[in-house]
Nanobody, 121 residues
Framework: QVQLVESGGGLVQPGGSLRLSCAASGSIFSIDTMGWYRQAPGMQRELVATITWGKNTNYADSVKGRFTISRDNARNTVSLQMNELKPEDTADYYC???????????????WGQGTQVTVSS
């Protein structure tokens, strides 16, 4: 089994900061890409940021310059530092990992359970 557990969500005022973390555990051979999606009420899930094993990153235009994604390959963790938060950043944030469980197996995407971020005064 593989588990992804997120932490760090909460309530923050506009302009504030939060740091989300996600740890992958279980039967894991290698993790290619990790990242974060978010889903606001009544909206589709959207990509926030991704990071590869080699630390190449990609961001949604709406968060560029405000959010920073990082990962620790040795610990199978990914983090999202969110600064200058805006009310429109309010959403449930989900981490994911595209990984292989065995050397010859196929890679699949696994998801965390989500953590809520609310930006409000």
């Amino acid at each position: 089994q593989v588990q992804l557990v997120e932490s760090g969500g909460g309530l923050v005022q506009p302009g504030g900061s939060l740091r989300l973390s996600c740890a992958a555990s279980g039967s894991i051979f290698s993790i290619d890409t990790m990242g974060w999606y978010r889903q606001a009420p009544g909206m589709q899930r959207e990509l926030v940021a991704t990071i590869t094993w080699g630390k190449n990153t990609n961001y949604a235009d709406s968060v560029k310059g405000r959010f920073t994604i990082s990962r620790d390959n040795a610990r199978n963790t990914v983090s999202l530092q969110m600064n200058e938060l805006k009310p429109e950043d309010t959403a449930d944030y989900y981490c994911y990992a595209y990984l292989k469980r065995t050397t010859r197996g196929s890679a699949y995407t696994y998801w965390g359970q989500g953590t809520q971020v609310t930006v409000s005064s």
